[in-house]
């Protein structure tokens, strides 16, 4: 029972922070410190990829509408007036290739270097300085960013050319983790002039595809056996994940509305901080 417990923890951690700006894999490490799942290290390397899964349902669920390029219904840009062409939003497949070439950087690295990346800077001490270092640039973009007109205002409006460097702050994420996927896109993309909520959405749709490759990557690599408590501690993650980020993407959306992303670049720096303490004390370890 306590490790179904603390798969409910981890399903909440990960919808809060996978969404938000402030990197899911630094609360994770200290989330493991003090509450640890009963399971062999392979198994929770996998598990915490799995539980991604709900929630990217979560934005599948609520912006069904936004990114499902085909139907009548909402279909502004039909592909032809009459015959199959009726049933294809133009405008929608063409914000999905924009959204598969901001996958291409990420994803060829990540499948050619995954593993040395994970041997080599899943530590505290890069998590901890990523957190610090997009923190900072969080504050500083934000800054620059205060009080000016925005050049895209709606996620129709991204270029290609933007999607391509989104692509290139996404693979920063793939490379050093406590980066955040969420806040360097995002931060990227308040740089190069894209509001905020158009930014966010363009995110959490880019995370779609990112994440339900890493998870099947993921999957294909794992060669151990499942057992069925394993695959319960899954589901209640995974279940956790989906319910806590339908609350806040919900919560985010909202907020940006009235507010900038400052917020969590101070939060990311006091995190960081946290973290490099708690390593040098000897409370985490790698």
């Not at 994970?118 to 900072?136: K, Q, R, T």
């Not at 909202?254 to 973290?275: E, P, Q, T």
């Amino acid at each position: 029972m306590l490790d179904y417990l603390v798969a409910f923890l981890f399903g909440v951690v990960e919808g809060i922070t996978e969404w938000l700006p402030v990197s899911s894999t630094g609360h994770m490490i200290l989330l493991n410190e003090f509450c640890k799942l009963n399971v062999s290290e392979e198994f929770y390397s996998l598990y915490l990829v799995v539980i991604q899964l709900g929630a990217i349902l979560a934005v599948v669920l609520i912006f069904w509408w936004d990114i499902w390029p085909f139907g009548t219904k909402y279909n502004k840009h039909p592909l032809a007036k009459e015959g199959f062409g009726r049933y294809i939003k133009k405008d929608k497949f063409i914000m999905w290739f924009k959204i598969l070439i901001a996958c291409i950087p990420a994803a060829i690295i990540g499948v050619l270097f995954d593993d040395w990346f994970d041997e080599h800077f899943y530590n505290y001490v890069v998590v901890a300085l990523a957190l610090i270092i997009f923190g900072i640039a969080f504050i500083v973009v934000e800054r620059f960013a205060k009080n000016r007109e925005f050049r895209v205002k709606t996620v129709d409006e991204i270029s290609w050319f933007d999607s391509a460097i989104i692509g290139v702050f996404q693979l920063l994420a793939a490379i050093f983790p406590g980066t955040s996927r969420s806040g360097s896109t995002i931060v990227g993309s308040v740089g190069i002039g894209i509001k905020r909520e158009a930014a966010a959405k363009f995110t959490f749709y880019l995370a779609i595809p990112v994440m339900f490759g890493a998870s099947l990557l993921k999957i294909l690599k794992f060669e151990g056996d499942v057992t069925g408590h394993e695959i319960g501690l899954l589901v209640i993650g995974m279940v956790t994940a989906f319910i806590v980020s339908i609350l806040v993407i919900k919560g985010l959306m909202a907020f940006i509305k009235k507010h900038d992303f400052s917020v969590f670049g101070w939060y990311r720096i006091i995190l960081g901080i946290i973290v490099l303490i708690c390593g040098a004390c000897g409370i985490i370890g790698k």
